[in-house]
């Protein structure tokens, strides 16, 4: 029994069934009685049950941090499209001008860009 829980348990993935299956591979390698070993795995469910809690409240606050990314994210775009629409002559010095065309625009979009992707890396949590 405890040869085939050690060849199985490197095709274990999560973190929370490792715990069980090794708390089930050293029941059987110290052959711990039915009743401790029912009390240890009662404690490994607790645990379980706590990452598990965790996990969800994390993914729920980080969901809600990735929503107000993006909403920021869109913000200057939609500016400038709403200053395009309404007065297109007030960005002419955008269109016009070669700073305005070959440096503040590749510019702009490279730290919207930039922005997005650190934003998103700060609010990246791993449980």
């Known amino acids: 029994m405890g040869t085939a829980l050690r060849e199985v348990r490197p095709r274990i993935v999560g ?5 069980v299956w090794d708390n089930l591979t050293i029941c059987v390698d110290q052959k711990i009685p039915a009743e401790r070993a029912r009390d240890l795995l009662l404690d ?8 598990v809690q965790l996990a969800g409240e994390i993914r729920a606050q980080t969901t809600g941090q990735r929503v107000q990314i993006w909403v920021l994210a ?6 400038y499209l709403y200053l ?3 007065s297109p002559y007030f960005l002419n010095v955008l269109d016009d001008t070669w700073t305005g065309r070959y440096v503040l625009v590749p510019a702009a979009a490279f730290l919207e860009v930039t922005g997005i992707y650190l934003s998103f890396r700060l609010s990246r949590v791993r449980v």
């Not at 869109?74 to 500016?79: A, F, K, M, N, T």
């Open 74 to 79: 869109l913000l200057v775009p939609g500016i």
């Open 15 to 19: 973190r929370n069934l490792g715990l």
């Open 84 to 86: 395009r629409l309404v």
């Open 44 to 51: 490994i469910s607790a645990t379980v049950r706590f990452n």
